[in-house]
């Protein structure tokens, strides 16, 4: 077992948390220097998060990122700075080699999570692969997402779950999926920030629901996920990325204390 899965062996839940996506090396640092204080006096295990690039965009001309080597390195230096887990997203199967040198866990994308190649190139790192489950898939059927990197000799897993399409430009939680993917035996982690997401909107540019951030996690803590994750920006509008739907830095203190109570009640 890795670093993530001791992680899931805590009495509290563990948190993935960082921007969408890397901006810059200061405020990487500046981001994980803050949560790492706030989770350590909270006894919450942490793990940076941070895409290295954007794939998955709207249109062309939104930021994709700031070059793959330079955000993989940032990745990198908060890892070995701080002493905690990173974790970033990958799209294809040529970048899981590449990214697993920099992090300690590849994430596998939502729309991607049935991606077989992706998935084995993942599980052939020896990295702990993330898997988000798709907003068109059943709870049931990340079974065989996840059977897919078991197979290729891997059993360091963890399911995600990021919210269902509902119509259009919306999605709902199913909180009966938290309970129903944990029956497969992985660590099962609640996307808050991606679950309150409104996709698809006609500007191109997504939207959010980011007043329910409390509700959502709140919930997932009650119905028993074993990690939180959330993306956080000290200025969410200022945000390269994904900014309609991020936490304020300076809210998340004050929600993992909230979080950390009902846990302990449960």
Request: charged share 20%; glycine share 8%; proline share 5%.
């Amino acid at each position: 077992m890795n670093m993530i899965h001791e992680l899931a062996n805590k009495r509290q839940f563990f948190l993935l948390a960082g921007p969408c996506v890397i901006e810059g090396e200061e405020m990487a640092l500046r981001i994980a220097e803050k949560i790492v204080k706030m989770t350590g006096a909270l006894g919450i295990p942490y793990a940076f998060k941070g895409s290295y690039r954007k794939a998955n965009r709207s249109r062309t001309d939104s930021f994709t990122g700031i070059g793959d080597g330079k955000a993989l390195k940032i990745l990198r230096k908060v890892g070995d700075t701080f002493g905690i887990p990173t974790v970033t997203d990958i799209h294809e199967t040529h970048e899981a080699a590449q990214a697993a040198e920099y992090v300690d866990v590849l994430q596998i994308p939502a729309f991607l999570c049935r991606q077989t190649d992706l998935l084995v190139a993942a599980a052939r790192t020896g990295r702990t692969v993330n898997i988000k489950k798709g907003q068109f898939l059943a709870p049931a059927s990340m079974q065989f997402a996840a059977q897919k990197v078991v197979d290729a000799g891997n059993r360091s897993v963890m399911l995600t779950e990021r919210g269902t399409t509902f119509g259009y430009t919306d999605l709902v939680v199913d909180f009966r999926a938290i309970p129903m993917m944990k029956q497969f035996g992985f660590p099962v982690i609640t996307d808050i920030t991606h679950s309150l997401q409104q996709p698809n909107q006609t500007s191109g540019v997504s939207g959010g629901l980011p007043e329910l951030i409390e509700t959502i996690a709140k919930a997932a803590v009650a119905v028993g996920t074993d990690g939180l994750f959330i993306e956080t920006h000290p200025e969410p509008a200022m945000a390269k990325s994904d900014g309609a739907n991020m936490l304020p830095l300076d809210l998340l203190e004050g929600l993992l204390r909230k979080l950390a109570r009902i846990r302990e009640a449960i």
